[in-house]
């Protein structure tokens, strides 16, 4: 099925900013500075190096970044550049104080570079743009003086790419199709009507109940419904509802023994159905039809029989209780042997069977185009709350990962978009292609 993509309309806050230029500050060039949003969290790093005449051999320099907009302002930790006669002095200090030297702080001399590397908090304020600047003062032996606050990059939150979805995930559905009902005519979709004709069956020798594959092609039709049956069983968009047997007696025969061997051959397929496939008792309804008259019927109109219409007729209009002494008076006994040798056999049967399947509701389908909706209306963690019950299924993955990316998650989003992509999922591979090229 071809899938129409769509796209979605909140916007992802992705902030990436790099600068391949020095930016050049006074005493100290700045190369290599980044600035980028993960979530909550904003990464701001660059390289400082200083010149060779950045302080003098008495003084230091106290540098420090700060993210700012008209919304507010956020100083990121310092670091010093510090003379060599400062530096000595300040050793000195440090030690007869017994405190560290550093103080948290990073020490740089003349013609040396730091690697400055810090994460803070994102904060509302900043919204959509905000400047990195490093503001420098001077600290001498007897004072400190201002010397000046220089932009080093005007960040922007830019859109993040729009991640690549299906406008909708089509519900999985029963694989039991009409083809197959066709060669298992005994399979019945849950809603639809029986049809008035023998779907298959299963012969027994005169009054015997026990099951012999051999007897009569019984062996056909026994792994004809195995096969049907586990047909259903082993498509996981299908449910076996229930299993229908009825079982029969031939015409002869007193009525209550018709009944009980009626019943025993149900049972008896039951019990082999149950063997065979490991099912519940309470999947079978049982049904002990005793004789089978209807069936009789349909055997005679299909022969050539002489006495075909008086044996209908006795059928349709004679009680049940005196339609054998009927059948006996035809043609002075002889239509009654031949009904009992070559037309009562194949009454003695459990027949009538049918297996009841439905359509079993794709959940996690459905949980896929809610949470699509969700991510149109900019409800993330709405999507997300729906996907996790169903995280194992892959067709969760890729609209996972798709809502993480929008809440700027994207360590998570990255771990959806490629266990979606090692599945076979395209629409991941794109999505994990460009997160990887965005935030490399």
């Given amino acids: 099925m071809v899938m129409r993509k769509i796209f979605i309309s909140a916007v992802a806050a992705f902030l990436y900013i790099f600068s391949a230029q020095a930016s050049v500050t006074g005493p100290l060039s700045y190369t290599d500075i980044k600035v980028r949003r993960d979530g909550n969290i904003l990464a701001v790093s660059f390289s400082a190096k200083a010149s060779a005449n950045a302080v003098r051999s008495g003084n230091r320099l106290l540098v420090t970044p700060v993210l700012s907009n008209s919304a507010g302002a956020m100083e990121l930790d310092p670091f010093v550049v510090t003379g060599r006669r400062m530096e000595n002095i300040e050793r000195q200090k440090a030690l007869l104080e017994k405190r560290e030297y ?7 001399e003349n013609s040396e570079t730091v690697s400055y590397s810090v994460n803070v908090p994102f904060e509302e304020w ?26 080093l990059k005007t960040c922007s939150l830019a859109p993040a790419f729009v991640p690549s979805l299906p406008a909708s995930v089509e519900p999985q559905v029963s694989k039991v199709s009409e083809e197959v009902q066709t060669r298992y005519p005994f399979l019945r979709k849950a809603g639809t009507e029986v049809e ?5 069956s299963v012969k027994f020798p005169q009054s015997l109940i026990e099951i012999q594959p051999d007897y009569f ?9 195995i096969d049907a049956i586990s047909l259903v069983i082993n498509d996981k968009w299908t449910n ?4 229908d047997i009825a079982g029969y007696a031939s015409p002869e025969g007193e009525h209550q023994m018709n009944v009980t061997l009626s019943q025993g051959r149900a049972d008896a397929l039951k019990d082999y159905i149950r063997k ?11 049904t002990a039809g005793a004789e089978d008259w209807a069936g009789l019927r349909e055997l005679v109109v299909q022969s050539t029989l002489a006495d075909k219409d008086n044996i209908i007729d006795i059928i349709d209009n004679v009680p049940q209780q005196d339609r054998q002494s009927a059948l006996k008076k035809l043609s002075s006994g002889k239509t009654y042997r031949t009904l009992l040798h070559s037309y009562y056999p194949q009454l003695r049967d459990a027949c009538y069977i049918n297996v ?34 169903y995280k194992e299924d892959s067709r ?45």
């Avoid at 550093?102 to 740089?108: K, L, V, Y």
């Avoid at 009841?356 to 959940?363: E, M, R």
Wanted: charged residues 30%.
């Fill in 356 to 389: 009841w399947f439905s359509d079993k509701a794709d959940v996690v389908a459905e949980a896929v185009n809610q949470a699509l909706d969700d991510l149109n209306d900019g409800q993330y963690d709405a999507a997300i709350e729906k996907l996790m019950p």
């Fill in 276 to 286: 065979e496939l490991d099912l519940e008792d309470e999947q079978f309804n049982i």
């Fill in 217 to 225: 092609g019984n062996k056909e039709s026994l792994d004809e419904i």
């Fill in 196 to 200: 008035p004709k023998r779907g298959i």
């Fill in 240 to 243: 076996l509802d229930a299993i």
């Fill in 126 to 151: 900043m919204g959509k743009e905000f400047e990195l600047s490093v503001r420098t003062l001077l600290v001498t032996c007897c004072k400190t003086s201002y010397k000046g606050t220089s932009v």
């Fill in 102 to 108: 550093a103080q948290g702080r990073t020490h740089i």
């Fill in 396 to 440: 969760t993955w890729n609209t996972l990962g798709s809502a993480y990316l929008l809440m700027d998650r994207f360590d998570q989003a990255r771990i959806w978009f490629e266990s979606a992509s090692n599945a076979g999922d395209e629409d991941a591979t794109r999505n994990l292609e460009l997160l990887n090229e965005m935030t490399k």
